[in-house]
């Protein structure tokens, strides 16, 4: 959190700063549909819009030169769809001493990409594995053969790790939350520890995407997590995994829904102006998602486009700014109703380093 405050506290005192971190989406492509994702509810992707080759090596490049320190590659849909770019743009990154994270869907790598992700000192692989059995990941992920591809990619990036005698990249499975797997999250622990993975990242379920059926936690089931949170957080231990299931111990934050609030609530007795934002991502995240269209948080759904500007063209762009004015009036915009614990925690713990170490 460190840099996050820092370059906080400088915007606090008047001194705009670059962002420390982007989440970009190389594509919308993917080749699955899992059940609670978003693509389940579209029937063609339209890739016409997607940035150039181009345009996205010299966002890398720009980025570099601006002062950016992380980078988080995801979607939108499955970065591996679209190989060749988005390979360059994870050697760019090393190339220019950035940090990178890779969310995927693990399904799609060949042994040479695993190969070189390990070569190039790649820093965190998150492949998205959200059961412990092929039963629950192959349902939940609308493909038989799911899971076994995403394992069998799980146990080569610890083999190369081992075979290239490389400490990076840092490994860990990205699990959604739900119905079917919270009563399981120790066995999820069990899973990453067979693959020779060092995390287990939980994220909580936006349900908003599901048409057919009940994937959300029902009360009781919230209820109940608490003891199954409790029992994976002691397996955790006893394997030395890391994981963030302490941050669902509490029931009302186990799932997505009107998050608004929840944001709100973290600061309404509070009026110093920036130790009072409800939110600092607009001061230090950058999201660009696969058309272009740019944000100033990682759940943004208002913004500009990029393909006509620069990086820091955008970032200081007068739509950036109004986000940013009316987050420190608590005016927030209706897309933090999508919001999630991880955000309000990551907010806690810049605001607690405002206090203690800045005086604004
Ligand atoms: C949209 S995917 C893109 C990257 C890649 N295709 C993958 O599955 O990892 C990014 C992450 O969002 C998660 N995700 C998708 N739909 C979600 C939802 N409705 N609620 C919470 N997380 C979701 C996925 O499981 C994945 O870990
Ligand atoms: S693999 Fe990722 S992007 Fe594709 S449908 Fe599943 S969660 Fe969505
Ligand atoms: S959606 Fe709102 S609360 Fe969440 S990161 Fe964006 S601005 Fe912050």
Not at 166 to 183: A, E, I, S
Request: charge should be positive; charged fraction near 30%.
């Amino acid at each position: 959190m460190g840099l996050k405050a820092e370059r906080v506290a400088k915007w606090a005192v008047g001194e705009p700063q670059a962002p420390v971190r982007i989440e970009l989406h190389p594509t919308n492509k993917c080749n699955l549909k899992c059940r609670f994702c978003w693509q389940s509810t579209v029937k063609e992707i339209d890739t016409s819009t997607e940035l150039s080759d181009e345009k996205l090596y010299s966002i890398v490049r720009e980025a570099a030169e601006i002062g950016v320190k992380e980078w988080i590659i995801s979607g939108g849909g499955e970065p591996l769809v679209r190989r060749n770019a988005t390979m360059n743009v994870f050697e760019l990154i090393k190339k220019n001493n950035m940090w990178g994270q890779l969310t995927t869907n693990g399904t799609l790598f060949r042994k040479e990409d695993v190969k070189k992700l390990v070569e190039i000192n790649w820093d965190q692989i998150q492949i998205s594995i959200d059961g412990p059995n092929s039963k629950i990941q192959d349902y939940l992920r609308n493909k038989k053969g799911g899971f076994a591809n995403a394992v069998e990619t799980a146990r080569l990036f610890s083999k190369y790790k081992i075979n290239l005698d490389k400490n990076q990249p840092y490994l860990g499975f990205n699990t959604v939350l739900n119905r079917l797997n919270y009563d399981k999250l120790d066995e999820m622990i069990d899973l990453a520890y067979d693959v020779g993975f060092q995390l287990v990242y939980f994220e909580p379920i936006y349900g908003g995407y599901l048409t057919k059926e009940r994937l959300t936690l029902n009360e009781e089931e919230k209820k109940e997590l608490r003891y199954c949170a409790k029992k994976a957080k002691k397996r955790a231990n006893r394997l030395r995994i890391d994981t963030n299931i302490d941050r669902f111990m509490q029931t009302k934050l186990v799932d997505k829904s009107d998050f608004k609030h929840v944001v709100l609530r973290e600061t309404e007795n509070s009026f110093n102006h920036f130790i009072s934002a409800p939110c600092y991502q607009p001061w230090y995240l950058l999201g660009i998602k696969a058309n272009g269209l740019a944000g100033c948080c990682s759940t943004f759904e208002v913004g500009e486009y990029i393909q006509d500007k620069t990086l820091k063209e955008l970032w200081l762009s007068k739509t950036f700014n109004e986000i940013r004015n009316n987050m420190l009036n608590k005016n927030l915009p209706e897309y933090c109703s999508k919001c999630s614990v991880v955000v309000v925690m990551d907010n806690k713990d810049i605001r607690k380093s405002l206090k203690k170490n800045y005086e604004l």
